[in-house]
């Protein structure tokens, strides 16, 4: 963290939790050097990114703005570079159909022979690649069981620590929990209770007659057969299974040919997380376990694992720092933290602003007495926990705080879709300005459409400026507001 002028980071979100990750895109959104990143993650990539290079076909094309951004820009550009696709291949048949239809006679041999000519010289436009090499789903499990699972009474821990107490939770069909909490708070603990691990100390575990459950976790890795193929890993479990349907399994997490059957001691972290996963959806589970499950996954595949939870029947439990999974595939959150489970009742943005919260709770000084004398570190724990306050004084200012924030969440509110806003604004200049660069807008018969799209920009640019002033406006009163739960 010395001063620099440039930050190079790559993957710099990868195993961390959703609290490093929050503090680390807030440290870099205040970085004033230059930063130069890789990520997977859409949110990091969203928060911090101002421009995004993408790498495609041995090509580095520049986006203005951030991934969401990004996307939308690239299916712009991809359904222009398709429709000159197909407006070029409709031209080289043309061309084609007139060499074969007069390449044999002696009058038209020149023409035919110019368009031959032609045809070599036009530049080849790849047809627009869009599909993901990744398709894959969780097979749905031959039987269910309601509940699959329930702890009555747990506590979770190691040995004699017990890490989390009062544990009362049953798992049903279709239940999709996000684990939220601070590093080292027990998620991982509590998954393993759930497994039926030995981290479950006291307390009674019941499960249903047909729970199958699939458990990935970043070590699970390490339990794979270094020196079997992906075909084989699948094979060992179902022998019967007919070869090609193995392929064709496989053939939606990306392994083919040769690849589908060799070893995996070769493979990057990225291809062995991708076994694993497909090992755990050949199992038919009705239960997953998920903890971190996106580490080592790159975009595509992350968008895969999405789509397949979005998809599936049974039940989820998940830990992740992928707030786009998140978002898309559960329905609750669980909060662990302080030596217990429960309910949270919020959203991840209600998370974010609990744990930037519990920052500043943690950071606070202690406060001096009415005597004039200051306590000691030591004595201010003694009497209130650390933060420097009696319980009255506490639940006072949450009362304030609350009533603060509760006046926030309109305009905070306003200023995500002022912040929308001008993200479409700036996607629709950077299309004009593309479609401004074309030549033919230049010549006599191109001066009405000149005129329309200089019309489009000039009413954009406007419309910009409008709620870039609008956005100001609303963000100086969301500061000011912040500025009081400031202690």
């Known amino acids: 963290m010395r001063p620099s002028d440039l930050l190079l980071l790559d993957e710099p979100t990868n195993h961390l939790d959703l609290d490093a990750c929050l503090w680390l895109e807030n440290w ?95 530049e080849k436009i790849a047809p627009a690649h869009v599909d993901s090499p990744f398709s894959f789903e969780f097979p749905v499990a031959d039987k269910v069981s309601n509940p699959l699972m329930s702890i009555r009474n747990g506590s979770a821990g190691y040995g004699d620590a017990v890490v989390l107490e009062g544990i009362n939770l049953s798992l049903l069909p279709g239940s999709r929990i996000g684990l939220l909490g601070p590093n080292g708070a027990g998620k991982s603990t509590l998954m393993d209770a759930l497994r039926g691990q030995s981290t479950l100390l006291r307390g009674e575990r019941t499960t249903g007659e047909h729970v199958a459950i699939g458990y990935f976790a970043q070590h699970q890795l390490e339990s794979l057969d270094l020196d079997a193929s992906p075909f084989l890993h699948l094979q060992r479990l179902a022998p019967k299974a007919s070869e090609q349907s193995v392929r064709n399994f496989l053939g939606g997490f990306d392994f083919h040919g040769d690849e589908a059957l060799s070893a995996i001691r070769s493979f990057s972290g990225g291809e062995k997380a991708r076994v694993a996963l497909a090992v755990i959806a050949w199992q038919k589970p009705n239960l997953l376990l998920l903890d971190e499950p996106t580490n080592h996954l790159d975009l595509e595949m992350r968008q895969a694992l999405t789509m397949a939870l979005q998809n599936f029947e049974g039940a989820i439990v998940v830990v992740s720092h992928d707030r786009h999974l998140l978002r898309n595939t559960v329905d609750d959150f669980w909060l662990v933290n302080e030596g217990r489970v429960t309910e949270y009742e919020g959203d991840l943005e209600d998370y974010e602003r609990w744990l930037a919260d519990r920052r500043k709770d943690e950071t606070e000084a202690p406060r001096r007495e009415s005597g004039g004398t200051q306590t000691t570190g030591d004595e201010a724990l003694a009497a209130d926990g650390g933060t420097g306050e009696n319980a009255e004084d506490r639940k006072a200012r949450k009362r304030a705080e609350a009533a603060i924030r509760q006046k926030l969440s309109p305009y905070r509110k306003q200023q995500g879709a002022l912040e929308n806003e001008m993200d479409r604004l700036q996607s629709t200049l950077v299309t004009l300005e593309q479609e401004l660069s074309e030549p033919e807008l230049y010549a006599d018969q191109g001066k009405q459409k000149l005129k329309d799209l200089l019309g489009q920009q000039a009413t954009a640019k406007s419309r910009l400026a409008e709620v870039e002033a609008e956005w100001l406006e609303i963000s100086e009163t969301v500061e000011s507001l912040e500025a009081e739960l400031t202690p």
């Open 28 to 122: 870099l959104r205040r970085y004033e050097g230059t930063l130069l990143f890789i990520s997977h993650d859409r949110d990091f990539m969203d928060r911090v990114a101002t421009h995004l290079v993408h790498f495609d076909q041995r090509r580095l094309d520049l986006y203005t703005g951030n991934y969401s951004s990004f996307e939308t820009q690239r299916s712009e550009r991809i359904a222009q570079q398709q429709a000159g696709y197909e407006r070029q291949q409709a031209r080289i048949a043309e061309i084609q159909r007139f060499i074969d239809r007069f390449k044999a006679k002696a009058t038209k041999a020149r023409q035919a022979q110019s368009r031959v000519k032609a045809l070599e010289r036009m």
